[in-house]
């Protein structure tokens, strides 16, 4: 029977890997290619590495790690940071990379998903839509590590990013980011059943309940976690983990 990939997400600052709390409070967590390894010998699904300073300084994601991750994942992984060029995507996918994944820049040119999964293929192209509500209480999509809102509701961005070209959507609710309290299933839910490409949910994962009830009350493809495959116990030590073969095949 179909298992959703369950996928870490680990992110970087200065190179080094760190987890937030609501897109702010940075802990250190290591070093990433220590990291990699790790999940390695843990059998992870996939692996997702985002570079949350990237486009605030308008740059990319460092290709030399991309490389080194390359070298050592045994895993597909995924990069995202600043990617605005077709050329940024080229290199990154030539270093090892199995998907890109656009954010800031897609929301801000839309039509660079098309350029992009034109180029590429839409198997390649994942857009990730950072989800938070304004004061009025309506969530939308914001950019710069959600810093700046736009003006696209997630279901309209969703269903235009689809229409572009994306293979994949990654829906990460701020307001759930390192609370480890569950995913925003009513957000899953409206993106997964507004377009037709896959949908990874991020955001809140704390527990195993949380990644079922992702998939089966959410409707999410995949199910995407930070602090519950970095910290370990009440006082969230630094340990990095991920689930038993056993409790994956519950998840179905």
């Known amino acids: 029977m179909f298992r959703p990939r369950v996928i870490p997400v680990l992110l970087l600052k200065d190179n080094i890997l760190v ?8 802990r250190y967590i ?6 990699v390894k790790v999940f390695n ?23 030399d790690l991309v490389t080194l991750v390359g070298e050592e994942a045994n895993m597909p992984f995924a990069v995202g940071g600043g990617i605005r060029t077709l050329k940024d995507i080229q290199e990154i996918i030539s270093r090892g990379a199995e998907k ?12 660079f998903i098309r350029n992009a999964s034109d180029d590429f293929g839409s198997s390649t192209i994942v857009v990730c839509m950072d989800v938070k509500k304004k004061f009025f209480g309506k969530n939308v ?19 235009l990013a689809e229409e572009k070209g994306a293979g994949e959507i990654i829906i990460q609710s701020i ?19 507004s377009v037709t490409i896959p949908v990874v949910a991020l955001g809140g994962a704390g527990k195993l309940k949380d990644l079922v009830d992702g998939y089966k009350v959410g409707f999410a493809n ?12 009440p006082k969230k030590g630094v340990l990095i983990n991920y689930l038993e073969k056993s409790e994956l095949s519950s998840i179905k």
């Open 100 to 111: 890109v994944i656009l954010s800031s820049y897609a929301i801000e040119n839309p039509d």
């Open 41 to 63: 010998d843990l059998k992870a699904d996939e692996l997702v590495f985002l570079d949350i300073e990237a486009s605030k300084d308008n740059r990319t994601i460092s290709k």
């Open 19 to 26: 987890k937030s709390k609501n897109f702010k409070d940075y």
């Open 175 to 193: 307001s759930k980011d390192g609370a480890m309290t569950g995913y925003d299933l009513e957000l899953t839910k409206d993106i997964s059943t």
């Open 222 to 233: 995949a199910l995407a976690a930070g602090s519950m495959f970095v910290f370990q116990g």
């Open 141 to 159: 999509v914001w950019t710069i590590n959600g810093s700046r809102s736009s003006s696209y509701s997630p279901v309209d961005f969703a269903k």
């Open 30 to 35: 290591g070093d990433p290619i220590n990291a």
